[in-house]
């Protein structure tokens, strides 16, 4: 019986001293691999980041040139005066364009003005219009001119029944403008 004592106290024990140093050496161990591990992948990510943005030096210094060639298209965006209002700079544009066609104006309502930078801003407003289809159209492909800093953001149309030639539109207008 001794035997078995003491072999059942060396199982004992060594199984003691197997689960121990498997909680306090070997899982821990894993977890500190599983750690290092993920820390190598951030950074490798980290690098794989860095890398790219040294690869893409050459496309930004492409799309720079690209912008200073395209940078004259703004030499034709007006300039507002000192002392002149935005609305009536905006209210001048928009009579400026429906003089030319026979459309009736409901209503034309400059809103606000938002500024892009120190140099630039843009007022926007509403104009609602009624008139022959063909009219109003051409009115619209004359208000969108880019060029001259006009863009028709938003725009509604409608048709009555009663009158199948004549359209109802509502208009979002835009004029940028440089600023003195």
Request: proline content about 3%.
């Amino acid at each position: 019986m001794n035997k078995d004592a003491i072999s059942i106290k060396v199982v004992g024990v060594s199984l003691i001293a197997l689960l121990l140093s498997l909680e306090f050496i070997f899982f821990p161990w894993l977890d500190w691999l599983d750690n290092k591990k993920q820390e190598l992948n951030s950074v490798k990510a980290f690098v794989n980041k860095q890398e790219r943005a040294l690869d893409s030096k050459d496309n930004i210094e492409n799309y720079l040139e690209e912008f200073n060639k395209h940078l004259g298209e703004f030499d034709k965006i007006p300039t507002l005066e000192k002392n002149q209002d935005p609305s009536l700079f905006w209210l001048n544009a928009v009579d400026s364009v429906i003089a030319k066609y026979e459309v009736s104006i409901d209503n034309k309502a400059p809103q606000r003005e938002v500024k892009i930078n120190d140099t630039y801003a843009v007022y926007t407003g509403r104009l609602n219009l009624s008139g022959d289809g063909n009219l109003v159209l051409n009115l619209l492909f004359e208000l969108e001119n880019i060029e001259y800093g006009n863009r028709v953001r938003q725009i509604s149309m409608f048709r009555d029944r009663a009158q199948p030639d004549r359209i109802r539109a509502n208009i979002e207008f835009l004029r940028v403008y440089k600023r003195q």
